[in-house]
């Protein structure tokens, strides 16, 4: 079993990702962390929350994260994409029954759980960078405290998804993210460049939504608006030809699960900070000898380049429709 916790902003993909975690056998989902992002931070805590309710997953922590960016103004959140209430626009009104740890701040319990289990724990970051930088700053022996950190962010060739440069986690919280990649840890990212290989379709939708589970069915309704998004967008133009999205989240609990399944290219990396291209990810892949102040002592990342995207999109579907969450 891998020991997880999951960093999010829920967010419709992130739904995807915690859904896929939490109906895979060798996954234990411990905990979600949650950041601002897809919409703020009350808004995507509620979801976490709400989401482990509907999963029937009672026993998974949620912990309060970051709600602004480490330096930066906060950006407008994505509720055009994710919907009003960042989960597709279908969250009734209400309080929900899953409790979060108001103690502790999404930082502190990520030090905590992997102080009780050193070595252990897999973080997979499918937000904003900052409860990761707010926790190397409270805790910098985090990285040997943790088995890896798998990212989904960035992108290298790909053209951005909010600015021609930039993915959205790493537009959000640029200074956050640059900070997590100057660290010498187990880091895998997993940007655009692969996960805009791997397009969910309508039908794939209707299929998970038809197998007879109640979280099929909440995959795809949480999901509508998020298509719509990207069908009357033009963010799908290329990417498919049916209605679709992406399941980028979804993408990093497969490179957990099944890394084979990806390339990886390695070198040190940086995330442009502010300016036009705030966001985007650099990669010193030519090893340029004349390094400067701004490349010296960056350790290796390793981005994911290509992915075997027919292997990734069966397995999340194989688990969302046939190993249902609720018992
Ligand atoms: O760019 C895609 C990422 O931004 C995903 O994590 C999505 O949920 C949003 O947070
Ligand atoms: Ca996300």
């Avoid at 379709?201 to 998020?226: E, F």
Wanted: include cysteine; glycine fraction near 8%; aromatic fraction near 6%.
């Amino acid at each position: 079993m891998i020991p997880m916790i999951i960093d999010t902003d829920p967010g419709v993909d992130d739904a995807m990702a915690i859904a896929y975690a939490l109906s895979h056998p060798d996954i234990e989902l411990l905990a979600l962390t949650t950041v601002f992002g897809n919409t703020h931070l009350d808004g995507t805590t509620r979801n976490a929350r709400w989401l482990l309710e509907q999963f029937g997953a009672t026993k998974v922590d949620v912990a309060r994260g970051a709600g602004v960016p480490l330096i930066q103004a906060a950006r407008p959140h994505a509720e055009f994409v994710h919907g009003a209430d960042g989960i597709g626009n279908i969250y009734p009104a209400g309080p929900t029954r899953h409790a979060d740890l108001h103690f502790e701040s999404a930082a502190e319990y990520i030090i905590a759980a992997a102080r009780a289990r050193p070595g252990e724990i897999t973080l997979v970051a499918v937000g904003p960078l900052t409860n990761i930088a707010a926790a190397l700053a409270l805790e910098p022996a985090l990285p040997a405290l943790l088995q890896s950190l798998v990212i989904m962010g960035g992108t290298l060739d790909e053209p951005g998804n909010v600015t021609p440069a930039a993915e959205a986690n790493f537009f959000n919280d640029p200074h956050a993210a640059d900070v997590v990649l100057g660290v010498d840890w187990p880091v895998r990212i997993v940007g655009l460049d692969v996960t805009h290989r791997i397009m969910i379709t309508d039908s794939d939708l209707d299929r998970i939504g038809n197998a007879g589970t109640r979280s099929g069915r909440l995959i795809r309704d949480v999901s509508r608006h998020y298509v719509d998004f990207y069908t009357t967008s033009g963010a799908a133009r290329g990417l498919g030809s049916e209605p679709c999205c992406a399941m980028h989240d979804a993408a990093a609990i497969a490179c957990v699960v099944m890394p084979d399944a990806f390339d990886y290219t390695t070198g040190p990396a940086r995330v442009v900070p502010d300016g036009m291209a705030s966001g985007q990810l650099l990669m010193d892949r030519k090893r340029y000898a004349y390094a400067t102040s701004w490349w010296e002592d960056r350790p290796a990342t390793s981005v994911c380049t290509a992915v075997d995207a027919e292997r990734v999109r069966a397995d999340f579907l194989s688990r969302l429709v046939n190993g249902d969450i609720l018992a």
